[in-house]
Structures are given as structure tokens and as C-alpha cells.
């Protein structure tokens, strides 16, 4: 693709995308702040972002899939809910038809666009050929490995010959050496332009997977989604992971990530509408269990009590997506601190680390409730009461004003996991009822 | 030129020839119903109690029956697909299906009977479509809810795929909604077709007021031969029913559940999947396999193409809002005709019940009370046998291959044709037919509870039972904090189901034509059936009120709440 000139128009672009909720209070939870982003030809762009950043939410806007609450996304300069985009979409569960064989359904997709038997019957033989599915037209997707299925993925996805291939975390549910044959089976049908698509959008949320294939990537920050960083990759292919340049770029990427940007990672998702008004600040809960935290910590003590993220998450071979949850844990409660991609212990971490149980769960509570406001919140109003006992709906009403339902739901059953582990309180299921531990 | 082995050639040949003769016998019977339904009105069908009349009355049974089955899927999908596609039919229409599954078949009879015959008064074609509508009153509605519940849980994903894949709305009914939906609408169409044939006889021979309807049928022939008390009819009767019934489990159900589990929505291949013989013969017939080449197969690429050029042609004459503009309108037509017909019955249903006093009320009530004493004991009895034998099938393989093949077998035999011959016994006793009525509920409902309890048994997880066994559980508390809380869930839904069940064969079970005479005890369905039969539409309509009420009373204040602890508490999670 060496035109120059008609690489320059994008083929989708999105204007002030925006995405919100409606709450029943009548005011919006932001889930996307208004964005801009293009999809220029000639690109694989992967998108990178911790869970929950709403990554999977843009990508169904920008397809058509889901309608944006406001802005727009143009295709070729068209609104999109007038014109549907040609283009296909790799679901991370496969999404194949079960009762369907391979070969229906790859033909599936023509025969939606109205192509007779013997045409689509063709086509989609050769595209199952490209893929090297050869041998298994007549197969059905539970008969396949996961690996195979996701082959099946893609010549679904191919068969309509899409302009943009959209891929939602396509490699996340298979094993390790799977995942790297079909990023490698993929490359080769891109950069040997075996395929007509002119751009692959890729969702993921590993930074090695982005990097290995990305020829620019978007990082995406959380409360309310927005673009954090969006920046070129000019390694050529193929791309050696033990190069410096990419292990730089690896590290520069868990840097951006664990570095609170302008907007505030752990400020609660902004709410605007009616009854609009300044709510008081409340720290986000990551959604971890306290148990993986000694793990983490032990670990780090034993690397000298500095490490960089990349080579913590290698040696827990953890990704991203699992280990900054527990990292932004460590750090909330005053164990850890992160510097320019670097994590580095602190006395109370230390002292964590080499504790026995009932050690870790004196100095876990000190720091929960030195740290986290709504524990501290929830052990004063239970104190409050004569019978130190209050209903968890009561705390949920309370966390309600910041989050969206499902969200309170969350950061509620966190903060009790913590409390119970903090042993500030007692909680039980059955009566969803909160008494307070009695020293 | 090699040829193929000559004993396979001959093979094919002969279930081809099997196939023929099996297409001539098929039209041969459709010709000789058509001959009987288009003929005209027999007022008064003597039904011939000669053992040799009997595969012809099981024909026309078994038609009225697949009849019935055949609109019931129609319209159960029809109904299943618009509630679950739009948000407001939704809120009126699910809920409606809880109080139409709580009405039982004879309360729509009159209603029904007298429709039909109203509009052909000249050809038996009307008795005839109102002993089917009655049959479909019967089938039609738990179809309905698993399509609709089906399609509530497609996952996310699936349906994405079809958006963004552009299926047209035939494409995405034929290859994602419809297959999706199999398996639930092959056990429910089981399940509905088994109450056709409990049904039977309360469907083919019933009194109307003045009017005595009589339809030749295997249900009108035990009905007869109940009310002459002649046991060796009775006898030849249920031989016969017993026969139908095995042979469409072996020749229809067998092969169609074998079939189904291509679309078990699963990743994994799972072992020990079922088998059918006449499936992999009919998979070999070369007529079956031509035949859907040259017929299913085109129709099938035809409707696809069709809808997809259709679609695209509708898109282009068509602009957007406009078409939304007409599509609400006819909407809005549509909700106010709904509406006015509804306050139209509504103000006739309010003078009918006008006509009756405040002791006809009470009386109501009294045999409300009456039935529902009964209903809960035969489940509680119920339950009493089939939670321990059921568990004792579920946790043992060996045994359970011989006894659930056994169990399926007696399940299939519909406990109303059984009730003439238990009547026989127990009509002797004092308090006999308050037994009998009981036992009748009993054999209608208890094989939901056993099969949902051996169900329960075999998914409680083998290290579980381990666990119970190294620490030397005594067996009280094997059962109290292993067996019992794992079977929970599926004993709640066994009951759930055998519960509806119960009420509605309380019809049947309260109120009988035997030897001659009516025997009955008070009760709900007694007052229904004899209302019925009496033509008393004021009761009629009054007795259906209360019961649909109590039902869906029953299932809100008790069902829904044990399921739900159910499915939070006592959910086996891995």
C-alpha cells in the first residue's frame, strides 16, 4: 500500500463519541468521555486498557453495534446509522452458530447479502483455505479446538472481504502458544496482503500482544473512558520480544498505564444532569480480594523491594488486566508505590510481606482504615448504632450517589470482602446484615 | 467398476420401500379423516366399544392430537417471538401466560365448542376443530414460555455476530433464534403432547348444557367404556393407548431428542451422547436424503435470498422514520382493538357473575380450600417416595440404567386412562373416590418430581460425596447437608411443575362418568366439570376465576420465592 494520497481520508471516524447510562435518579453515569478517534487504511490499531475502561464499548460504537448517546461515527464521511460499514467483528467467546458446520458458517455472512449458493460456496471454501482449515468444512465448532474455532473467528469475519476488521480481544480466551500461531497466522495474511481488509482494530488488554502487532496503539484511560495516550509503532516486522526497543516500548506502555493522568484513575465516574451538584469526593475501590495481596508483596520483598511492572507480571505471570488491580490495591493502602513504571515497597508493605496471618490482618486493618475513607465510614456509622448492626442496602444507598447501580453493587461487596478480611466487621449473606467485630 | 457391498445395497433398498410404504399409508389416512371431517354432523356418534375399531379411533386420536401440537408450535412461536422482541407486548403478554397456564382445559370448552360449531354447523369439521382447539388450549402455552425464555438468554454475542453479519430477521429466526431454542421446545412439546393424551378424554366426549358432543377417538372409547363399567373394553382400551404411546416414544421422540443435541449450546463435546437406530436408518434412506435436497434444502436458500433482497428493497423505498411512523400507528390500532375487545369481556364476564349470590361465592371458596388440601397432599406424597428412590437412582449408575428406562416407560402412560381400572378398586372403599382423586393427581404429577430429583442427585459433584465420606457423615447428616440442599433447586422445579399440574387434572380427578353414573367430590374441579357439563356459564366463569387466581397466587407467594433461595443459595457453582 504505497498510495500516499488516499491513505490520507479515514475510513471511520468517530466525532465527540460519547457514551453515558441513565440512572433512575434521572442524572448519567459517563462510562466514555466524548472522544475523537480515526481509522485511517493501511493500520492495525489495537486498543489497550485495563478492564472496565469501556475498550469493548467503543468498539461497538464504532461498528454500528451500539448507538452512541452523543457525537457521532462517520463512515467515509457518512453518519453510520444511515450507511452500515463493511465490517466484521472477532468475538473473544468465537460467537459461531454450534448447530452450524464450519462451512455454514462461514457462508452465513453471504448468504445474509443475498449471494447464491454456488458463489458463496466459493468463496468461502477459498477463505477457509487461507486460514488452514482445510479438511474440517463439514466439522462443527464443539468438535474444534479453540484455537480452530477462532480460525473459524476470522473466516467469518474475512468472508465478507470487510474494509475494517474489528477483533474484541480475539486471542484472551485461548492457551499461550495458540495465541501466538494465530497473531503470527494473522500478521502473514496482513503484511502479505492476502486479504483485501485495508485495517484491523484490535481490543486487548496485553501489552506485548499490542505491541507485537500494533503499528499504532491507543491506550485507554478509566471514569469515564478517554484516550490516555495514542502513539505509532515503527518496529518492523517481525518483531524480535527480546529486543531492546521493544521491551522499551513494553515498559514506556505499563508506565503510561500506572500513571494517573489528568483525569484522577481513582476518582468515581462523573455524573452531570439534573441535580447537578458537587458530590463529595469517594476513592474507587479496585475490585480485588485482600488474599492475593501478600503473593504480590512477598514477591516484591524478594526482588529488593524494587522491580519495573513488566518483569512483576512476568514473574507472576499475571497480565496487566489482573495484576494493576492488585498493584492499585497495594498502592491505596500505603504498601507500594509505583514510580515511572517501577514498584517499589514501603516499610508497611514490608512489614506485610514478613507478617504471620494475624500480623497482616493488624496492619491490613490499620491501613484500610487509614486509607480507604468507606471503611472508615462503614466502622463509624456501625458504631453509631447501639446494636452495631446495619443493613448492607443502607451502605448501598450511600454509595449510590456515586455509582451506577451495578457499580455500588461492586464497590460495596469489595469493601466487604475487605472489612471481613480487616476483621472490622461481620457480614452475613443471608440477612445481608453488617455488625460490627467486637474487639 | 467396483461395486459396493450387495448387503448394503439391499439394505438401502429395503428402507426405501419402508420409506414408500410408509408415504401411502400416511396419504391412505389422510384421506379417510378427511372423509370423516368433511362429512356431515353426527349428533350422536355411537362410540363402538369392539376391540377392532381400535387402531382407527387411535388414528383419529393421534391426528386431533398432532393437529392440535402442530398450531400449538405456531402459535407458541408466534407468541414467544413478539413478546420477547418487544418490551411492552412483553409486560402484559408473560404474565399472561402465567394465568392462561393455570386455566384448565375445560374451562374453555363451552367458549370453544360453541365457536366452532357456530361456524361450520353442517360438517363434523366444527365438533372436530373444537376437540382440537381444546387439545391446543391444553399444549400451547409452556411451548410458548420456552421460546420466549429461550430467547431472552441467546448470549450477547451471538446476537452481535448476527447484527453485525447483517441476518436478515428470516436468517436470524432460522439459523440463531429457532436452533437456539430447540432443545427447551423439544422437552416442552413432550411434555405438551403427554398432556394431550391425559386430556384426551375430557377432550373427545363431553355433555355442553343439552347437548352431548362425542368424537370417535381412543379417549371417547375409555370414556364409554368407563361409564358402562365394561373392564374388558377398559382394558383393550388402555392396552391400546399404552401402544400408541410407546410407539410414537420409539418411532418420534427418540429420534428428535437424538437429533436435538446438535444444538446443545456447548463448546465442549460431551461423552455419552444419546442414540437413536431409526435416526442413523433414516439418515441412511437415500429417498429421505433426496427428498430434502431436492425440497428442504432449495425452500430453505430460497426464503434466505428472498428476505434478504426483500429487505434490501424495503430499506430503499422506504425511509427510516417513516416507516417507524407506520409501524407505531398500526401498533396503536392494534393495542386499542385489543382494549375494547377486553372491556367488552370484561362487562360481559361482570354480568355473568352477577347472576350468582354470596353463598355461590363462599361455596367457591370452601372448595377452593377442598382442592388445594388436595393438590398438596399428592405432592407432599409425591415427594415423599420419588426424593429417596430418586436419589437412590441418581447416585447409583447401575441402577439407574434399568430403572430410568422403566420410569420414562410409565411416566409416558397418561394416569387417566390407568383411573377407570383404579376406580374399579377403590370405589368399593368408603371414601374411595376422595383416594382415588388424589391418586390420580399423584400418577399425573410425581414423575416431574422423580425426574428432576434424579437429576438433582447426579449433578451433586463427586467430591462432595467424598468429602461426606471421609468424614464419616452419619447418613442423617449425609442428607441434611449434602443431598437435600443439592437437590433443592431441582426438587422446587419438579414441584413447581407437578403443582400446576395437580390443579389442573383436579378436573379430571374430581369428577367422573362411571358405570353408568357421575361420581365426584367437592372440590374445585368438580365444580368446573360439572358446570361444564351442565352448561352453568356462570359458574363456569366464576369457578375459572378462582382457580386461575389461587394458582397464580400460589406461584407468586410460594414458587417464585423458593426458587429464587434456590437459585441464590443452593446453586452449585464450580
Redesign the interface.
Known amino acids: 500500500m504505497s498510495t500516499a494520497n488516499i491513505a490520507l481520508a479515514p475510513i471511520i471516524e468517530a466525532r465527540k463519541l460519547e457514551k453515558s447510562y441513565p440512572q433512575p435518579d434521572g442524572s448519567r453515569i459517563q462510562v466514555i468521555a466524548p472522544t475523537d478517534l480515526a481509522i485511517y487504511p493501511g493500520q492495525i490499531i489495537t486498543l489497550l486498557g485495563a478492564s472496565g475502561c469501556g475498550k469493548s464499548t467503543l468498539l461497538r460504537m464504532l461498528t454500528g453495534l451500539s448507538p452512541a448517546s452523543a457525537g457521532a461515527v462517520y463512515w467515509h464521511g457518512h453518519p453510520v446509522p444511515d450507511e452500515s460499514p463493511n465490517v466484521s467483528i472477532v468475538f473473544q467467546s468465537f460467537a459461531l452458530f454450534p448447530w452450524l458446520t464450519v462451512l455454514e458458517n462461514v457462508e452465513a455472512p453471504l448468504e445474509a447479502r443475498g449471494i447464491p449458493p454456488i458463489e458463496r460456496h466459493k468463496r468461502s471454501l477459498r477463505i477457509i483455505d487461507a486460514v488452514g482449515l482445510d479438511g474440517f468444512e463439514t466439522a462443527y465448532p464443539k468438535e474444534l479446538s479453540g484455537g480452530m474455532k477462532q480460525r473459524v473467528g476470522v473466516a467469518r469475519a474475512l468472508v465478507v472481504e470487510p474494509e475494517v476488521l474489528f477483533m474484541d480481544e480475539p486471542f484472551s480466551a485461548l492457551d499461550v502458544l495458540t495465541a501466538e500461531t494465530l497473531r503470527g497466522e494473522l500478521l502473514e495474511l496482513w503484511l502479505g496482503h492476502k486479504i483485501p481488509t485495508r485495517a484491523i482494530f484490535i481490543v486487548t488488554h496485553n501489552i506485548e500482544e499490542a505491541v507485537v502487532l500494533a503499528d499504532r496503539i491507543i491506550v485507554l484511560g478509566r471514569n469515564p473512558g478517554h484516550i490516555h495516550a495514542d502513539f505509532r509503532v515503527d518496529i518492523p516486522h517481525p518483531r524480535d520480544r527480546k529486543s531492546a526497543h521493544f521491551l522499551e516500548l513494553v515498559d514506556s506502555i505499563y508506565r503510561i498505564l500506572t500513571q494517573p493522568d489528568h483525569k484522577d484513575a481513582t476518582a468515581p465516574p462523573r455524573t452531570f444532569g439534573p441535580g447537578k451538584e458537587v458530590r463529595p469526593k469517594i476513592v474507587m475501590l479496585p475490585h480485588t480480594r485482600p488474599g492475593g495481596l501478600a503473593g504480590l508483596l512477598e514477591i516484591l520483598a524478594d526482588q529488593g523491594g524494587r522491580v519495573d511492572l513488566h518483569r512483576l507480571a512476568d514473574e507472576l505471570s499475571l497480565e496487566v488486566d489482573a495484576l494493576l488491580p492488585s498493584v492499585d490495591t497495594a498502592a491505596l493502602l500505603g504498601f507500594l508505590r509505583v514510580e515511572e513504571g517501577d514498584v517499589l515497597i514501603t516499610p508497611e508493605g514490608q512489614a506485610f510481606a514478613q507478617g504471620d496471618i494475624q500480623a497482616r490482618k493488624t496492619i491490613f486493618r490499620k491501613a484500610a482504615l487509614a486509607n480507604v475513607p468507606l471503611l472508615r465510614q462503614m466502622e463509624q456509622a456501625l458504631k453509631a448504632k447501639s446494636n452495631r448492626t446495619l443493613s448492607e442496602e443502607f451502605f448501598h444507598d450511600l454509595l449510590d450517589e456515586h455509582f451506577g447501580e451495578e457499580e455500588s453493587r461492586r464497590q460495596l461487596e469489595t469493601a466487604i470482602q475487605w472489612g471481613r478480611y480487616a476483621e472490622i466487621f461481620d457480614y452475613d449473606a443471608a440477612t445481608g446484615k453488617l455488625t460490627l467485630t467486637e474487639a | 467398476m467396483k461395486r459396493p457391498a450387495g448387503s448394503r445395497w439391499s439394505w438401502a433398498f429395503l428402507i426405501d420401500i419402508a420409506v414408500f410404504l410408509f408415504v401411502c399409508a400416511a396419504i391412505f389416512g389422510v384421506y379417510a379423516i378427511g372423509r370423516s371431517w368433511l362429512g356431515p354432523v353426527h349428533p350422536r356418534v355411537e362410540i363402538s366399544q369392539n376391540p377392532r375399531v381400535l387402531p382407527l379411533y387411535a388414528l383419529y386420536s393421534l391426528v386431533r392430537i398432532s393437529v392440535a401440537y402442530a398450531l400449538s408450535m405456531v402459535f407458541a412461536l408466534a407468541y414467544g417471538y413478539v413478546a420477547a422482541s418487544s418490551r411492552r407486548a412483553e409486560i402484559i403478554m408473560v404474565p399472561l401466560l402465567d394465568i392462561l397456564q393455570s386455566i384448565p382445559v375445560l374451562s374453555f370448552l363451552p367458549g370453544v365448542m360453541l365457536a366452532m360449531v357456530a361456524l361450520f354447523p353442517r360438517s363434523q369439521l366444527g365438533v372436530e376443530l373444537g376437540s382440537i382447539l381444546l387439545i391446543f388450549t391444553g399444549q400451547v402455552w409452556n411451548i410458548a414460555f420456552s421460546f420466549y425464555s429461550s430467547l431472552k438468554t441467546i ?1 450477547r ?2 446476537n ?2 448476527a ?6 430477521r428470516w ?1 436470524r429466526f432460522a ?2 433464534d429457532l ?1 437456539f431454542s ?1 432443545i427447551g421446545l423439544v422437552w416442552n412439546s413432550m411434555m405438551s403432547v403427554a398432556g394431550g393424551w391425559f386430556f384426551l378424554m375430557a377432550c373427545e366426549m363431553f355433555v355442553l348444557g343439552n347437548r352431548d358432543f362425542r368424537l370417535p377417538g381412543l379417549g371417547s372409547f375409555l370414556q364409554t367404556a368407563a361409564s358402562h363399567g365394561d373392564t374388558r373394553a377398559i382394558l383393550w382400551g388402555v392396552a391400546a393407548m399404552i401402544a400408541v404411546i410407546v410407539l410414537l416414544d420409539q418411532l418420534v421422540w427418540r429420534p428428535i431428542i437424538v437429533w436435538a443435541d ?8 460431551s461423552s455419552g451422547a444419546a442414540q437413536s437406530t431409526l435416526l442413523q436408518l433414516i439418515g441412511r434412506a437415500s429417498i429421505v436424503l433426496r427428498l430434502y435436497r431436492l425440497i428442504v434444502q432449495p425452500v430453505f ?1 430460497w426464503l ?2 428472498t428476505f ?2 426483500g429487505a ?1 428493497r424495503a430499506a430503499e423505498t422506504f425511509s ?1 422514520p417513516k416507516r417507524h411512523h407506520l409501524r407505531r400507528s398500526a401498533g396503536y390500532l392494534l393495542a386499542a382493538g385489543i382494549l375494547i375487545g377486553l372491556g367488552f369481556a370484561v362487562f360481559h364476564a361482570a354480568r355473568e357473575l352477577s347472576g350468582l349470590h354470596r353463598e355461590d361465592y363462599i361455596e367457591l371458596l370452601q372448595s377452593a380450600v377442598l382442592t388445594f388440601l388436595r393438590v398438596n397432599t399428592a405432592l407432599i406424597l409425591g415427594a415423599l417416595w420419588t426424593v429417596p428412590v430418586g436419589v437412590a437412582i441418581g447416585s447409583n449408575p447401575r441402577l439407574a440404567r434399568i430403572a430410568q428406562p422403566l420410569a420414562q416407560m410409565a411416566a409416558s402412560i397418561p394416569a387417566t386412562a390407568l383411573f377407570p381400572i383404579i376406580l374399579l378398586f377403590l370405589l368399593r372403599l368408603r371414601g374411595g373416590l376422595e383416594i382415588a382423586a388424589m391418586l390420580l393427581m399423584l400418577l399425573g404429577t410425581q414423575w416431574y418430581v422423580l425426574f428432576n430429583v434424579i437429576a438433582g442427585a447426579v449433578a451433586i459433584p463427586t467430591d462432595l460425596k467424598e468429602a461426606a465420606q471421609i468424614y464419616r457423615f452419619s447418613s442423617w447428616d449425609r442428607w441434611r447437608y449434602l443431598i437435600l440442599p443439592g437437590i433443592f433447586p431441582y426438587l422446587v422445579t419438579g414441584l413447581v411443575t407437578a403443582s400446576g399440574g395437580a390443579w389442573n387434572a383436579s378436573i379430571v380427578a374430581e369428577y367422573f362418568h362411571f358405570q353408568g353414573r357421575i361420581v365426584s367430590t367437592a372440590g374445585l374441579g368438580s365444580t368446573i366439570s360439572s358446570a361444564s357439563d351442565a352448561g352453568r356459564f356462570d359458574v363456569l366463569l366464576a369457578s375459572t376465576l378462582v382457580m386461575a387466581t389461587v394458582v397464580v397466587l400460589i406461584n407468586r407467594l410460594l414458587w417464585r420465592r423458593l426458587y429464587r433461595l434456590a437459585s441464590s ?1 443452593f446453586k452449585l457453582e464450580a
Open positions: 448470549p454475542e451471538l452481535e455476530a447484527i453485525i453479519y447483517r441476518f436478515s436468517q439459523e440463531l436452533p430447540t446438535k444444538f446443545k449450546f456447548e463448546q465442549v463435546e436458500n434466505t435470498l434478504t433482497l434490501r427510516a443459595r
